[in-house]
């Protein structure tokens, strides 16, 4: 398996630009911020779009993925806790909420199959999108809390959707998942 591939380096520098995000945030420099988040966004477009088109899909390749949305995800918390000091409370409490339900998944998956899956579930894109769409329109509206709300929302449904994906699943079905993502796009919910 190769590791260093295109995909993959698209996903390394995702993670990479989480230090010059967080220089800018701590300068409160919005135009950075928007300009550097907007390019974190199109690698994570990006990584997993050339993996499939090239054949260079990888289960490391997906594993970086996710790494690195966590990594992001606790990072948009972060900033946005940084910026909008007043909501600060609310705002860690939101990401303590997300990490907890991020948790719940993989116990419930751990439990029943012996490992962490993670599939692409729709609801998953979905909350992605709305995830990421909520950091730049806070700091552009000043309006953190009900932002980050929607997208700690979106993303606490696509957990609760992923934990209830794996109540259902058989375990036939979880070594089929393993066994496809091995390289190949897994079925959707």
């Not at 966004?41 to 054949?55: E, K, M, W, Y």
Request: glycine residues 8%; positive net charge; hydrophobic residues 60%.
């Amino acid at each position: 398996m190769r590791y260093v591939t295109w995909p993959n380096a698209l996903t390394a520098l995702r993670i990479a630009l989480i230090a010059p995000i967080t220089l800018a945030v701590a300068r409160r420099s919005i135009a950075w911020i928007l300009a550097l988040y907007a390019l974190a966004a199109l690698t994570d477009v990006f990584d997993g779009l050339i993996a499939r088109r090239t054949g260079t899909a990888s289960h490391f390749g997906a594993m970086l993925d996710g790494f690195a949305d966590i990594l992001f995800g606790i990072g948009i918390f972060a900033w946005s806790a940084t910026l909008f000091p007043q909501d600060r409370a609310a705002l860690l409490a939101m990401l303590a909420l997300s990490l907890a339900f991020l948790l719940a998944g993989g116990v419930v998956s751990l439990a029943r199959f012996g490992r962490i899956l993670s599939p692409h579930l729709q609801s998953a894109r979905v909350a992605a999108v709305v995830v990421a769409a909520m950091f730049p329109l806070a700091v552009l509206s000043g309006y953190p809390l009900t932002l980050m709300g929607i997208g700690t929302a979106a993303f606490l449904a696509a957990r609760v959707h992923a934990i209830a994906y794996f109540a259902r699943l058989g375990k036939e079905e979880a070594i089929a998942i393993v066994s496809e993502r091995k390289g190949k796009k897994i079925r959707t919910a």
